[in-house]
């Protein structure tokens, strides 16, 4: 919240003129970006995820909840977030944080889940090939 407060009150040029359209999809994706944060912690304790626990070393993998929908729920959250923020505040040092944002999400990951291969093996391999990384699949259901 603190770098989001000083993206918004330093100076810079905006990219795009303002338009209510650009600030309301804003709002809505940063909305959304909250609600995948939200969803995201019911799976993991928040304790260790702070790192004022020490995580369960013989712990399963976690497939439940968002984890069904994808893999890194709390990366795409932060993105929706700082995207939303970008288009609510089109300003050129916005779309530079945005940016660095989604190269450090893109290395974490491939760092992150390097681990996770190591730590659950085969499970995580099935899993990682039926789960999307960042972007959930929508699916149609037919009624029978």
Same mark, same amino acid.
């Given at each position: 919240m603190y770098i989001l407060l000083m993206l918004a009150t330093t100076r810079s040029d905006q990219i795009l003129p303002e338009s209510p359209t650009l600030k309301f999809i804003g709002l809505a994706l940063?909305?959304?970006? $909250? /609600?995948? =944060?939200?969803?995201? *912690? &019911?799976q993991y304790s928040i304790r260790e995820f702070l790192g004022v626990a020490k995580a369960n070393q013989f712990q399963q993998l976690a497939v439940n909840g968002i984890l069904k929908q994808v893999r890194h729920p709390i990366y795409t959250g932060t993105i929706l977030i700082v995207f939303g923020f970008f288009l609510f505040n089109p300003k050129i040092l916005n779309l530079v944080t945005l940016m660095c944002v989604i190269v450090y999400i893109l290395i974490g990951i491939q760092l992150e889940e390097q681990k996770l291969e190591m !730590? #659950?093996? !085969?499970?995580?391999? &099935? #899993? &990682?090939?039926? $789960?999307?990384? =960042? /972007?959930?699949? *929508?699916r149609i259901q037919k009624k029978n």
């Open positions: 940063a909305t959304w970006g $909250v /609600i995948f =944060l939200k969803l995201s *912690f &019911k !730590e #659950y093996g !085969e499970d995580y391999r &099935k #899993y &990682k090939a039926n $789960v999307p990384m =960042l /972007i959930p699949k *929508f």
